[in-house]
């Protein structure tokens, strides 16, 4: 198969490009799935995201966990780094962030499921952890004894 017909209608993937100065669902490319009867994770890990704080203008510092089952449409990797980095200089709250890069994946593939994870770095001896999922479900609050898992607590 030809570059050409494995990357048709794809324009960043084996194209320079300069990233995005603002978020945007358009920025977002998808490809056909070519398994869409089977239900399968797919993860996207970006230990580098940044954002500015809306108040301070200071950055905020992530660990961004995607994981989504696609249906019809997959996300193409190199449009998503693009995304994600078109938040650089953006100053919204981490909760807003969240959820903004879930309604923008929704819109962009259709999902069967999916969930945006955020870590951000402690401010102020704080850390912030948002989660936003799709479809909308309530969720049952963990275990205490789970809360914090995988973390050390001071002793």
Do not use: W
């Not at 324009?11 to 669902?25: M, N």
């Not at 869409?36 to 995201?49: K, N, Q, S, V």
């Not at 069967?112 to 999922?133: C, K, M, N, Q, W």
């Amino acid at each position: 198969m030809s570059k050409t017909k494995k990357s048709s209608g794809l324009t960043l993937l084996g194209h320079p490009a300069k990233f995005p100065e603002e978020p945007s669902v358009a920025i977002l490319e998808t490809f056909p799935n070519r398994n869409a009867g089977r239900d399968y994770l797919i993860t996207f890990e970006c230990m580098e995201f940044t954002s500015m704080c809306p108040v301070t203008g200071q950055p905020d510092f992530a660990h961004l966990r995607i994981e989504y089952v696609a249906d019809q449409l997959c996300i193409e990797t190199k449009s998503l780094k693009f995304y994600l980095a078109s938040f650089r200089n953006t100053r919204s709250f981490n909760e807003a962030i969240v959820n903004r890069i879930l309604d923008d994946l929704v819109a962009a593939c259709r999902p069967r499921y999916a969930l945006v994870h955020g870590e951000f770095s402690p401010r102020g001896g704080i850390s912030v952890t948002v989660d936003a999922e799709h479809p909308n479900r309530p969720r049952k609050r963990p275990p205490a004894a789970a809360l914090g898992k995988g973390r050390q607590r001071a002793t």
